[in-house]
């Protein structure tokens, strides 16, 4: 009786961890198609362009329904690993619904600043002061990254008024170092993949980048709910 007793509970917690495991490679393969949908287009008009300083800007363009998306997926990973239960997709595309003017708001800007430092960056090099404007230029486009995936955090989980979003993010960027870093290594990892492999397969590994990003930020949502929002009573 008691082995037919421990047989059953092995059993049901078998059946337990394979249900959860099977949920999380539904969410993360849902999360993956949606990331593939939003961003094909980038990669495709990107891909298209003749490498030349007149599509610097083009390109950059391009990039436009990137961040919509990925905040649209960090809401969805949110929610689905603090709640479970909603089908992924409706939660996806209720963070889009959710986030996607807030993300603009910023992103838009971000993407004009970043399209005339890539037209300095692709533009045949010249004297020492091009040299200068090409260094400050990549600095500054590293800033921009790092801010824009703050922002993102941010605007997956927060509503808070854009220049608001824009100042906590740029805060966070010298404040939350541990974090920074993180986004930092996520980006050498990228290119890494786009080195070695390409693009495509970057896009098709987006989902895990996703889904890295949100554990790895829970500290920062933690912070800025402490520090940023007023809880009433």
């Not at 995936?149 to 939350?176: C, N, P, Q």
């Amino acid at each position: 009786m008691a082995g037919t007793g421990l047989t059953a509970s092995a059993a049901t917690l078998g059946d337990g961890v394979l249900l959860r495991w099977s949920e999380s490679v539904y969410r993360h393969l849902a999360l993956g198609l949606w990331l593939l949908g939003w961003c094909a287009p980038t990669l495709i008009a990107v891909m298209a362009l003749a490498p030349d300083s007149s599509n610097a800007s083009l390109a950059v363009a391009a990039c436009l329904p990137v961040a919509p998306a990925v905040a649209s997926g960090l809401y969805a990973v949110r929610r689905w690993r603090a709640e479970g239960g909603a089908a992924p997709f409706a939660l996806l595309l209720a963070g889009l619904r959710g986030t996607a003017m807030d993300v603009l708001r910023w992103w838009a800007p971000v993407l004009t600043v970043a399209a005339l430092l890539a037209v300095n960056l692709v533009r045949s090099p010249g004297g020492p002061a091009d040299l200068a404007v090409r260094t400050v230029s990549v600095l500054l486009l590293a800033l921009l990254v790092l801010v824009s995936g703050h922002a993102t955090v941010i605007s997956s989980g927060f509503d808070f008024r854009t220049r608001d979003t824009v100042r906590i993010a740029v805060y966070l960027v010298g404040a939350d170092r541990q974090r920074t870093l993180a986004f930092v290594s996520l980006l050498v990892v990228a290119a890494a993949i786009t080195y070695l492999a390409s693009e495509a397969v970057l896009l098709l590994l987006a989902w895990a980048f996703v889904s890295l990003t949100e554990l790895l930020t829970r500290p920062t949502v933690t912070t800025i709910t402490t520090r940023f929002t007023t809880r009433a009573g």
